[in-house]
């Protein structure tokens, strides 16, 4: 267990925690025993109103969008510091109440999320608007700018298996355009999200600039529905995802959304096994396969399928599956006991549809949430297995005879996140990189987004980009000015 305490099971508005109690509460369970980790206060219609208040003051006093630019990305920086400084105790809350090894938080969680905020401060004063040149007026008369202002209040709604990575990926772009934040983690993952809080107190953020509100779907229901959010950003599943835009369609509010994914990894007959096999064992189960853009439909040469399969069921072996604060950890159990129902189902539903189980299968033991890595192999694109995303270690394989059929295959999905593809050829590569419908296409390589490098979903995967420039414009308002300066 720990050696320290966790933040306070509270809201934190306004840079204080806010101890209102709750007619609704709920216990958030560790994943690897089932024990009780907190009871958590369901912020009602009240405390979301004072969270939006708060940030909205804070960006209508222009403490945070109208401080020099340089001077907000000093305060981003210095967030990134204190992340860094404080890297082990977020790790291990990361591990703690998600169950993902403690060796990965250590290692990715917690290090990307100082890298995000470096790269976005870097931001704050780069995002400028463009002098124009008028078309349909002559030379000097006219002098036209565009400005680039906060689109305003952000709610920031996320998921739980990633709960700090995910949250910054929102919090740093918004923050560098000048946006205030309120933020609800996950119902199973509050944690980290309330120490990354009161680090932004610390590193001497305003108050009402980052605020975090805690509470299950209601909670987001409640915050999606306020007029005072200017602008949603949400990942999720693709069903609340369509949830939230009838919601935001009320009243126009700016939305972003990064949902589900059931992407591919394609090895192609000429790719280096000794990558490939690794790769798409790795794409599938890290995290214990609850990553958006996870491999989890292998597309496979039929020649060589049986060998793949062995390679992958081997390296997948090898995953010492335990508690996430185990050091020795590669595989935690999947977040909650409705997740782990879930997938054993949809396994079942699988096979009862004619899909062949190949390994796995089974949870392991009876106390936490524990699954074993699963391989299951279908040519029906109707089977479950083909077609459904489990958000669990499960892994289906699908052979193709004829390289023409490989796009088809891999598009054969309502939705278009991601894909893996492995080969040795870079004519091959490109082609397919330009066929296959997803946002992110990674060739000879897995699961690395980059803070440079836009990322989202085609189709029911999502709409808009996080990363890199292009995220920047859905925390910004353009607004043209139109100056006439006399004949
Ligand atoms: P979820 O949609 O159930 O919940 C996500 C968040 O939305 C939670 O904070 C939840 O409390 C909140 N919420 C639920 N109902 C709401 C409503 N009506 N209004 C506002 N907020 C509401 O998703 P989940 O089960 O927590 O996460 C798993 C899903 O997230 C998977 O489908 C996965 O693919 C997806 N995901 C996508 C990405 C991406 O970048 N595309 C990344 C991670 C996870």
């Not at 007619?23 to 109103?49: E, Q, R, W």
């Not at 214990?288 to 040469?301: D, E, H, K, N, T």
């Not at 995953?319 to 590669?330: I, R, S």
């Amino acid at each position: 267990m720990t050696d320290f305490a966790l933040p306070p099971s509270a809201h934190f508005i306004n840079g204080e925690w806010n101890s209102s109690s709750s007619a609704t509460t709920y216990d958030v369970k560790n994943p690897a025993d089932g024990s009780t980790l907190g009871t958590i206060p369901c912020a009602d219609l009240p405390i979301v109103d004072h969270a939006v208040q708060s940030a909205k003051r804070a960006l209508i006093n222009k403490a945070w969008s109208d401080m020099p630019p340089l001077e907000r990305g000093m305060l981003m920086n210095r967030l990134a510091d204190l992340i860094s400084a404080n890297a082990e105790k977020l790790a291990t809350v990361e591990s703690l109440d998600n169950g993902k090894p403690i060796a990965f938080s250590r290692t990715l969680d917690i290090p990307l999320c100082a890298m995000w905020f470096r790269y976005f401060a870097g931001w704050t004063s780069k995002i400028s608007g463009q002098n124009l040149q008028p078309s349909l007026q002559s030379g000097g008369s006219f002098h036209c700018y565009t400005r680039k202002e906060p689109v305003g209040v952000v709610a920031a709604i996320v998921p739980w298996n990633f709960p700090l990575v995910l949250a910054v990926w929102k919090i740093a772009p918004a923050l560098a355009a000048g946006c205030t934040v309120v933020l609800k983690p996950a119902e199973d993952t509050p944690y980290s999200a309330l120490m990354l809080a009161e680090l932004a107190v610390e590193a001497g953020f305003p108050p009402g600039v980052l605020n975090v509100v805690l509470g299950q779907g209601d909670t987001g229901r409640l915050l999606v529905e306020h007029e005072g959010i200017n602008k949603i950003s949400f990942t999720g599943s693709t069903q609340t995802g369509k949830a939230i835009l009838r919601a935001a369609a009320n009243d126009l509010k700016r939305i972003t959304l990064e949902l589900g994914g059931k992407s591919p990894t394609i090895i192609m007959p000429d790719a280096n096994m000794d990558l490939a096999i690794p790769g798409a064992t790795q794409a599938i189960f890290v995290n214990s396969g609850q990553i958006c853009f996870a491999g989890s439909r292998l597309i496979v040469p039929r020649k060589s399928m049986n060998q793949i399969i062995d390679g992958v069921s081997t390296v997948a072996s090898t995953l010492k599956v335990g508690p996430g604060l185990d050091p020795e950890t590669l595989m935690g159990p999947v977040i909650n006991q409705k997740q782990l129902s879930s997938i054993l189902e949809k396994i079942e539903m699988s096979i009862s549809q004619g899909a062949a189980l190949v390994q796995g299968g089974n949870r392991i033991g009876s106390c936490g949430y524990f699954l074993e890595p699963t391989i299951l192999v279908t040519e029906d694109r109707n089977n479950t297995a083909f077609k459904d995303e489990f958000f669990g270690p499960v892994l289906t394989v699908t052979p193709y005879d004829d390289i023409d059929d490989i796009a088809d295959i891999a598009n054969d999905s309502y939705y278009g996140l991601a894909a893996h593809i492995f080969t040795e050829n870079l004519g091959t590569a490109h082609k397919l990189a330009a066929k296959v419908n997803a946002g992110t296409i990674w060739v000879n390589t897995q699961l690395n987004p980059d803070p440079n490098i836009p990322f989202g979903g085609f189709k029911q995967s999502g709409w808009g980009r996080e990363n890199g420039e292009e995220v920047l414009s859905s925390y910004t308002e353009t607004k043209s000015v139109i100056m006439y300066l006399g004949s």
